[in-house]
């Protein structure tokens, strides 16, 4: 939520490892970059507030980055030595003056320091413990796949927009893991939820209007997570922790006499708001993503039936052990992660200590933008940045490779929390819609991959059809 009005920030300063070629369904992002930035994604090795090593600053040159204008790195090279190399100088973020009084240093995206700390661990372990690499959370998610599929079979073959049943279906996995349940797709607790969260993702309107819209859904999102709370209370037992939130109490009990780390019920709502935000928007539109490159590519779709067919049969769900065996699958799914881009900016980050950086001095305090879009296109990288291009990611003899650039999930001390979800998710959702359907266009039409820049970049509103197999 906050990463919404941090991506429109004024961009001024720009370091390139070297300077991109555009093209595409991409160039609107970078327009958006130009327009804003006094300066555009030109290669500027140096501008204000970032000094040459040695030299002084210039006081009355211009804004300093640490007054708040973002230093912008690009590529693969300088985003690693930044994130990773000097981890720990980039581990924090900046507070954004529109929420700070809201939700100063609370939650998961926003929190800094000790209290981030212990929350990033504790939200990692209990994700751990409620399933990511177990076979509980995998048969959820399997289960999950059989009633999106059941879904989408309704549709019987007529043109509909893929994107809201797959959302209910990942923010499914994310209740599952927080409140212990899923819900029916119709629940209107469930539905009241979405679409309060698809408020705050998207609000709209002047500053004045944010901020008095972000007080009220804050005291909605405070009202209805504290009523799940509460029922959590009402049989919760220290030693069988059903989920999140029973655990998120056993931890308010053994740390009430260190009000810093932040377990209390106030944060427990942030921390929820953040996991169903940054759980649900992000993989769903990465399937959405996934199922218009199909409907783009269908000889793609076919070769990805084919091996699913050859591995997994028409009937038998894949769970990650199929992983291994499926890396022309594995392969498009990266591609779509890598093509789909869809958090091209990154989240800000903040120096907390000068740092040098080739050679030039980046003083503490400065907001830091480590685009992930010059990763995941840096020619220097990739055979074929702008085409989707399963080889990417496959070597001569068709097995799948890792390739250093694919950083759809950041990296360093604030990598993404859910990654290891995320990529659980994408590949049991994929692999099960393309073992029950093909998907295609609808009569007529030729798909584009024309996209929209909101909280992620994500696909226009498109139909598809999806016919049984
Ligand atoms: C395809 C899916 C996803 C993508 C591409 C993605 C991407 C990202 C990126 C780029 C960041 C910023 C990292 C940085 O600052 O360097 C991030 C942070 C985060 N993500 Fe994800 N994410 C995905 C799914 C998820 C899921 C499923 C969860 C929920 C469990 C999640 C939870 C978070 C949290 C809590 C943070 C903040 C971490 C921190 O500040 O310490 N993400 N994600």
């Not at 007529?158 to 927080?178: D, G, M, R, T, W």
């Not at 859904?217 to 029973?246: G, N």
């Not at 022309?328 to 093509?339: K, L, N, P, S």
């Amino acid at each position: 939520m906050d990463s919404g009005s941090l991506y429109s920030s004024i961009i001024q300063v720009v370091i390139n490892t070297h300077t991109h070629t555009h093209t595409h369904t991409h160039t609107h992002f970078l327009q958006r970059l130009s327009h804003t930035g006094s300066r555009g994604t030109g290669a500027y090795p140096v501008t204000q507030g970032v000094r040459p090593e040695g030299e002084g600053t210039h006081p009355g040159r211009g804004a300093s980055p640490s007054q708040g204008t973002p230093l912008v790195l690009n590529g693969l090279q300088l985003v690693k030595e930044a994130l990773v190399e000097h981890g720990e100088n980039f581990a924090v973020r900046p507070t954004v003056p529109l929420s700070e009084d809201i939700m100063l240093n609370k939650g998961l995206f926003g929190s800094n320091g000790y209290q981030w700390k212990q929350q990033r661990r504790f939200a990692l372990s209990t994700l751990r413990n409620f399933g990511l690499g177990k076979r509980s959370l995998e048969s959820q998610i399997q289960v999950e796949c059989r009633f999106l599929n059941d879904v989408i079979d309704k549709s019987q073959g007529q043109p509909f927009e893929p994107i809201s049943v797959v959302n209910n279906a990942v923010a499914n996995i994310i209740s599952c893991l927080v409140f212990g349940d899923r819900f029916d797709y119709s629940d209107s607790y469930f539905q009241t939820l979405l679409k309060l969260i698809n408020e705050l993702l998207y609000l709209e309107g002047g500053i004045w209007a944010q901020v008095k819209h972000l007080v009220l859904l804050k005291l909605k999102f405070s009202e209805e997570f504290t009523l799940k709370i509460k029922e959590h209370k009402e049989d919760w037992d220290a030693s069988t922790p059903r989920d999140y939130i029973d655990s998120f109490l056993s931890e308010m009990e053994k740390w009430k006499d260190d009000a810093e780390a932040g377990f209390n019920e106030d944060n427990l709502c942030f921390c929820t708001l953040d996991l169903f935000t940054a759980g649900t928007e992000t993989t769903s539109t990465t399937l959405n993503w996934a199922l218009l490159y199909m409907i783009k590519y269908p000889e793609i779709q076919e070769k990805v039936q084919a091996e699913i067919d050859q591995v997994l049969g028409s009937s038998r769900l894949a769970t990650m052990a199929d992983r291994a065996n499926m890396p022309y699958t594995d392969a498009v799914i990266h591609e779509i992660q890598r093509m789909g881009n869809i958090v091209p900016l990154n989240l800000v980050r903040l120096t907390t200590k000068d740092t040098t950086l080739r050679g030039y001095t980046i003083p503490k305090g400065t907001m830091v933008m480590a685009t992930l879009h010059s990763v995941l296109f840096d020619e220097t990288e990739w055979e074929t940045p702008f085409t989707f291009n399963p080889g990417h990611f496959l070597d001569a003899e068709g097995k799948f490779r890792r390739r250093d650039a694919f950083l759809p999930f950041s990296a360093g001390k604030r990598v993404c929390l859910g990654e290891q979800l995320a990529r659980m998710e994408l590949f049991l959702f994929f692999t099960s819609l393309l073992q029950r359907f093909t998907f295609s266009p609808p009569p007529g039409v030729e798909p584009t991959l024309e996209s929209k820049v909101g909280v992620t970049h994500s696909p226009k509103p498109y139909k598809l059809c999806a016919v049984p197999r």
